[in-house]
């Protein structure tokens, strides 16, 4: 454990230095204006982080597959169906799009919904799978998928810009209100979760030893899946859709701290994030002077590193 908080360490350092640069740097005296939009931005991506890393550590590890997300289940193509949806019927200028508190409050409900009655439906007494949750989950993705673009395709050019905005994460203009909301879901869902840290730790040695151990293990699954739909709905209604964010600092941290004890891979995992995505809001805002956005970035390296996972995974087998 002690050799697991030394390599910690430089994370922590990184983290809290890419913050005081993202806050403090080129501030020029503005302490009140500048100053409190910074550090409320980079809250937001703290939350978000975590959120998503949380998330995607245990829906890896009740999946055994680390090359899946909790996007799999359709919670992104819900949530950008959902924005469609509120512009298409009932325009833009509605309350459900210009006012944040409106539109996060339904886009979570939605998702958590949609997650709880999937779940309801397919873990019954018939012993559906994970697995076949995982592909009744990229169906209904592919289909909100395609009904959002068919809606796309009929609405008003004006309006879809603001469907447009909606497509990528944005960590600019958080509403203060929303964030307060955000953490206090996802408080109390990580502080809920963290108790079933060790049944994770021999959930991830399989379903047949987890039982022979003593681990409800049908449980569990159920249990953790909800969890992370909960903070993945929420980081997405937060900021929006981040694709490969999750899959990115997960197996960065399953590299670079080879155990099998989830406190530690989820702390590292957050830690990424935090380094990941306030270091990477910088270079956008400083070196690309906003002519891209993160998500965009993000989602490049994500795929490209997501590909690079499956020639690896094709390899070893």
């Not at 924005?83 to 009932?90: D, G, H, K, L, R």
């Amino acid at each position: 454990m002690r050799k697991q908080l030394l390599k910690m360490l430089p994370l922590i350092v990184l983290s809290l230095a890419f913050c005081a640069i993202y806050i403090f740097h080129d501030l020029g005296g503005s302490y009140t204006y500048a100053l409190p939009r910074r550090a409320l931005k980079v809250f937001a991506m703290i939350l978000t982080g975590t959120a998503i890393a949380y998330a995607t550590v245990v829906f890896q590890t009740i999946t055994h597959n680390r090359i899946l997300t909790p996007s799999i289940m359709g919670l992104d193509s819900l949530y950008l169906f959902l924005q469609t949806v509120f512009i298409f019927f009932f325009g833009s200028t509605h309350i459900t799009v210009i006012n944040k508190q409106v539109n996060f409050v339904l886009s979570v409900l939605a998702m958590i919904f949609f997650a709880f009655v999937l779940y309801r439906l397919l873990f019954n007494e018939n012993g559906n799978s994970v697995y076949f949750l995982l592909l009744i989950g990229i169906i209904l993705g592919t289909f909100f998928s395609s009904i959002s673009t068919f809606l796309q395709v009929l609405i008003d050019p004006n309006e879809f810009l603001s469907i447009q905005d909606r497509m990528f994460a944005s960590f600019n203009n958080i509403n203060s209100d929303i964030i307060w909301w955000a953490l206090a879901v996802i408080l109390v869902v990580i502080i809920y979760g963290w108790r079933y840290m060790k049944e994770l730790d021999v959930v991830s040695l399989g379903r047949d030893t987890a039982i022979n151990l003593g681990v409800e293990y049908d449980a569990l699954v159920k249990r953790m899946l909800i969890l992370s739909s909960v903070l993945i709905a929420v980081s997405t209604g937060l900021v929006g859709p981040i694709t490969f964010f999750g899959l990115i600092v997960a197996n960065l941290a399953y590299q670079y701290f080879t155990t099998y004890k989830h406190s530690v891979l989820i702390t590292g995992a957050a830690l990424f994030s935090i380094v990941a995505l306030v270091g990477g809001q910088w270079i956008v805002e400083r070196i690309f002077t906003f002519s891209t956005t993160l998500s965009v970035i993000i989602n490049f390296i994500g795929g490209v590193y997501f590909i690079y996972l499956l020639l690896k995974e094709s390899k070893s087998t």
